[in-house]
């Protein structure tokens, strides 16, 4: 069993930067995947990035934020990082940190998720 929390969200203006950390418990994460995903209200939960367990080039992002976010690990500290720079509103949603045994794109190949940070991108 895997424990995920996320921290790390809050309100920032159009163009501004936030870095995401999600915080993983209960067994080393050294060796899974791991992802971001986010949910805007009234749309279905999306990718945005996801890590080997090597971490490196092991990396995929979604269209929308590629050249704007990047996702890294610290495996010494169980925690993976989402740093998000040149945000715009269409950014807005709850962050969902999340560990599998896949490098994927698709969110039911993650067995574990965290609880969500509320991410607001103002005009």
């Known amino acids: 069993q895997v424990q995920l929390v996320e921290s790390g969200g809050g309100l920032v203006q159009a163009g501004g930067s936030l870095r995401l950390s999600c915080a993983a418990s209960?067994?080393?994460?050294?060796?899974?995947?791991m992802g971001w995903f986010r949910q805007a209200p009234g749309k279905e939960r999306e990718f945005v990035a996801a890590?080997?367990?090597?971490?490196?080039?092991?990396?995929y992002y979604a269209d929308s934020v590629k050249g704007r976010f990047t996702i890294s690990r610290d495996n010494a500290k169980n925690t993976v990082y989402l740093q998000m720079n040149t945000l715009k509103p269409e950014d807005t949603a709850v962050y969902y940190c999340?560990?599998?045994?896949?490098?994927?794109?698709?969110?039911?190949?993650?067995?574990?998720w965290g609880q969500g940070t509320q991410v607001t991108v103002s005009s």
């Open positions: 999340a560990s599998g045994s896949h490098l994927s794109r698709a969110s039911y190949q993650y067995a574990y």
């Open positions: 209960g067994r080393t994460v050294s060796n899974y995947v």
């Open positions: 890590i080997g367990w090597s971490g490196g080039v092991n990396t």
